[in-house]
């Protein structure tokens, strides 16, 4: 669903990705949370604001425009933690999302997109992962409260073994690192911290049969918390210098242990609501090759 929103993300082409590519790794960064120094409104500047000395953002949606905001920096490899609110009421036609991206055509890209409903019906929270331009990985997910009601955190965590998508420290999804099988994986491309809040009445809520309802605007998201365990791209130093040092940042070697693979196994026992990995319709001549693997 990546796709759907590309107008909005104020992506560039594979040329600026190249460039970029020959730039080099600075030492493991922590953002302190405050927004003023860590993001950058990307579109919809007017719909977006920074409020509370930088501790909180909200981004807004109306019939003119919604908005969006990207990180700072670039990372490669990193624990990406963000607390939001979603939009409370009737939030249908609407798309809430937290992502990693990369540039390009062959972009790699990790997915969180909370697609809005009727009030009183659950969110449905949608997740990917994209590899040299393709995705098409999708679970999605109910959650296990109302995150209209408070802040949550929603958690990637990104190092050379897996993905690990995480909400309020408990993880929902893991995709590993499969390359020995011929799998590609996110390992080359620096990516940046996006989120936007934008409509999609033609496809987020029931494939589009239930539509924004505009008297209910302006939508609002919240954000807070924003926290980067991560190697920041740039220049100052070698790739080595932070991306081969575990010591320094436990996150590059973390991973699940007998509790975190019996937490995933709950989440997706009992609020999973779609899995590529199991839509035989989709896939009349064979599930994808990590589908067996992961």
Same mark, same amino acid.
């Given at each position: ?5 590309? $107008?909005?993300? /104020?992506?560039?082409?594979?040329? @600026?990705?190249?460039? *970029?590519? *020959? $730039?080099?790794?600075?030492? #493991? /960064?922590?953002?302190?949370g =405050?927004?003023? =120094? ?7 500047? !007017?719909?977006?604001? +920074?409020?509370?000395?930088g ?6 949606? !109306?019939? @003119? ?13 990193g624990? +990406?933690d ?14 809430t ?10 972009h ?19 997740? =990917? ?16 409260? !109302? ?11 990104? =190092? ?7 909400? !309020?420290?408990?993880? +929902? ?6 390359? &020995? ?26 494939? /589009?049969?239930?539509?924004?309802d505009?008297?209910? #605007?302006?939508?609002i &998201? ?10 920041? %791209? ?13 010591? @320094? ?14 937490? +995933? ?6 609020y999973?609501? %779609?899995?590529?990995?199991?839509? &035989?319709?989709?896939?009349?001549? /064979? ?8």
């Open positions: 669903m990546a796709s759907l929103e590309a $107008t909005h993300r /104020g992506g560039g082409g594979g040329v @600026a990705a190249f460039i *970029l590519l *020959l $730039t080099t790794l600075s030492a #493991a /960064g922590i953002a302190a =405050n927004f003023n =120094n860590e993001i950058g409104f990307n579109w919809g500047q !007017d719909h977006g604001k +920074i409020l509370e000395n501790q909180l953002l909200t981004l807004s949606l !109306d019939r @003119a425009s919604g908005s969006g905001f990207r990180s700072t920096n670039q990372y490669m490899y624990k +990406i963000m607390k939001i609110k979603l939009v409370p009421g009737n939030s249908a036609g609407t798309v999302t937290y992502y990693l991206s990369s540039l390009g055509s062959t790699d890209e990790i997915d969180f997109e909370f697609l809005g409903n009727l009030s009183g019906d659950p969110y449905v929270l949608h997740t =990917n992962v994209f590899t040299q331009g393709k995705g098409g990985r999708e679970q999605q997910f109910y959650l296990w409260f !109302d995150p209209t009601k408070d802040f949550h955190t929603y958690s990637i965590l990104w =190092n050379p073994q897996s993905i690990i998508f995480s909400v !309020d420290g408990t993880p +929902i999804r893991q995709f590993k690192n499969m390359e &020995a099988s011929g799998i590609p994986f996110p390992k080359d491309q620096p990516m940046w911290m996006y989120s936007s809040l934008w409509d999609a009445e033609d496809w987020a809520t029931r494939g /589009g049969l239930v539509k924004t505009w008297s209910q #605007a302006p939508f &998201a919240s954000y807070r918390n924003y926290s980067a365990q991560a190697c920041v %791209y740039g220049s100052a130093s070698s790739t080595s210098s932070c991306t081969q040092n575990p010591s @320094a940042n436990p996150w590059l070697s973390q991973s699940l242990d007998i509790s975190g693979q019996q937490r +995933i196994q709950w989440v997706q026992k009992n999973m609501i %779609y899995n590529y990995c199991t839509d &035989a319709k989709r896939f009349p001549q /064979g599930f994808p090759p990590e589908c067996s693997l992961n």
